[in-house]
């Protein structure tokens, strides 16, 4: 993006073509495992990707999981700044040779060193974890296309079935009793279990446990590789256009602006940011151009050195927006809101944000994986820190958030100059 060399400097020796500039940190995949990232309730078997995108950089494969690809829980809003210097890259790459040289593990001793350094986003990742957290960002995911959730009593069930994935093609249902993966029961399963054995790490088959109406059945299914769905546009009735947005993955951004650029003349739009973990900061000031003609987006630190991000001229800054937000929105989707309430862009409707404004960057460890460190935090145009405290939207709304928001937006009504 115009401005920012945060969009654009690769992080020093991770290769792969992965394109990953310094990013803040998502939690594509932690936010997957807690419901917070598929369109429906529940979770989708996505495989552990990002701590915002992510809400996007490298991410934990579930909150609280053990080192080597999982760091220690991350903050909710309102935490107070983690204590203690955050790791540096040398410190981190020697605790992991040193490890090495005595034939121990040099990820397990990173992992260690970022943990004793209070860098609670801080993580380590093995190869292949980095290599799934790539895919994801690139709106990818290794799984069979079901959504699960836990139901009323307390059973896991599938939510939804993707239209012609391995799941859908097998003839699995919404509603459907999933009792077993691979064997292993899961009613007594945290959900963030049951994702991680939907995913699973080294077989290219998985056999669920099935019961319908009564009657159970075991169904084999073969990963594949699908594609997400980070952008979903609804026309309404009246014409205003809903643009719900989950993830900032690749493309997010062009996604976003088409979705404004031909919606009907003068219609207002309300962006949907509830459950989004974050993702690419690129994709994010993309977004936001969408709504903005130039300006500033966010300034962030890294490593005490101020930096900041800028819109792209030519957005659309006549047509009426209200942005929808709860804890849930995380990260890269919290700078978005930020530029736009800042700015005076649009009316935020819902719950205050996660509270994620921290900057990481990746660098490889000498044994192949990749340590993700914090650098520095964003802060939103107006200069408000983002991190620990999230965005409080304008007017807050509970379980009717979506109606009360559309209410707001009848009240804005449509753009200067726009016909009936």
Not at 15 to 34: D, E, K, M
Not at 35 to 46: C, E, F, T, V, Y
Not at 177 to 187: E, H, K, Q, Y
Not at 413 to 420: K, L
Request: glycine fraction near 14%.
């Amino acid at each position: 993006m115009p401005g920012s060399d945060l969009c654009r400097r690769r992080p020093r020796r991770v290769s792969r073509g992965a394109s990953l500039s310094l990013v803040f940190v998502t939690v594509l995949a932690t936010a997957a495992a807690t419901d917070s990232l598929p369109r429906d309730p529940g979770a989708q078997d996505r495989p552990p990707a990002a701590r915002p995108s992510g809400p996007g950089a490298l991410a934990p494969v579930a909150a609280g999981a053990p080192v080597t690809g999982a760091p220690p829980p991350g903050p909710r809003a309102g935490d107070p700044p983690p204590a203690g210097p955050a790791a540096d890259e040398g410190t981190v790459a020697r605790a992991a040779a040193a490890a090495e040289a005595d034939g121990k593990s040099g990820a397990r001793a990173a992992g260690e060193a970022v943990r004793r350094s209070g860098d609670r986003w801080g993580a380590v990742y093995d190869r292949r974890e980095y290599e799934t957290f790539r895919q994801a960002l690139d709106g990818q995911y290794t799984g069979v296309g079901l959504w699960a959730r836990r139901s009323g009593d307390g059973r896991v069930e599938v939510a939804r079935v993707r239209a012609g994935g391995p799941a859908g093609r097998a003839g699995i249902r919404a509603g459907d009793r999933l009792r077993t993966i691979d064997g292993a029961a899961v009613d007594r399963r945290p959900v963030t279990e049951v994702v991680g054995l939907l995913r699973g790490r080294d077989r290219t088959h998985v056999a669920l446990g099935l019961e319908r109406a009564g009657r159970s059945w075991t169904q084999s299914l073969t990963r594949t590789t699908l594609s997400t769905e980070s952008v979903t546009v609804e026309r309404l009735d009246d014409g205003a256009v809903v643009i719900k947005v989950v993830a900032f993955t690749r493309g997010t951004g062009t996604r976003v602006r088409e979705a404004v650029r031909t919606a009907p003349e003068g219609a207002g739009v309300l962006l949907d940011l509830r459950g989004n973990s974050g993702g690419l900061v690129h994709e994010a000031v993309d977004a936001a151009s969408a709504f903005l003609d130039g300006g500033l987006v966010a300034t962030y630190d890294v490593r005490g050195k101020e930096r900041a991000l800028y819109a792209a001229p030519g957005g659309d800054t006549a047509r009426p927006v209200v942005a929808l937000v709860d804890g849930g929105t995380m990260s890269a989707a919290e700078l978005v809101t930020g530029a736009l309430k800042d700015r005076g862009r649009a009316v935020t409707v819902g719950a205050r944000t996660f509270g994620k404004g921290s900057v990481q960057m990746p660098s490889e460890l000498p044994d192949g994986s990749v340590a993700e460190l914090t650098v520095g935090h964003y802060r939103t145009p107006a200069g408000h820190d983002v991190d620990g405290e999230g965005i409080a939207p304008d007017l807050p709304a509970g379980e009717g958030a979506q109606q009360r928001a559309r209410n707001v937006l009848d009240g804005l009504g449509t753009a200067p100059g726009a016909s009936d």
